[in-house]
């Protein structure tokens, strides 16, 4: 993916409960667990897909905001 490409693509995740759990996951080879961040209820956290990160994972109650609407994960 290109740097450029890259530093445009945001998301940004609201907890609705406590215990929200967002991980980053590698880009390359071999996809692996690089970062993992817990939320509680009622905290947003803005990510970025980088050179490094290709997909961020979402365990828990929360509402994902990106350029393509908003999703509501862990219903």
């Known amino acids: 993916m290109d ?6 693509e945001y ?4 907890a609705m409960e406590n215990g929200v ?3 980053g996951l590698t ?3 071999e996809t692996k ?3 993992s961040e817990k939320m509680d209820r ?6 970025q897909f980088t050179a ?3 997909a961020i994972k979402i365990r828990g109650r ?3 905001y990106t350029k393509h609407g908003m999703v509501e994960a862990g219903e």
């Open 27 to 29: 880009r390359g080879k």
């Open 62 to 64: 929360a509402h994902i």
């Open 33 to 35: 667990f690089h970062h």
């Open 52 to 54: 490094h990160t290709s």
């Open 42 to 47: 009622g905290e947003v956290m803005i990510a």
């Open 3 to 8: 740097e450029e490409l890259s530093r445009d």
């Open 21 to 23: 759990t967002i991980i």
């Open 11 to 14: 998301i940004v995740v609201k």
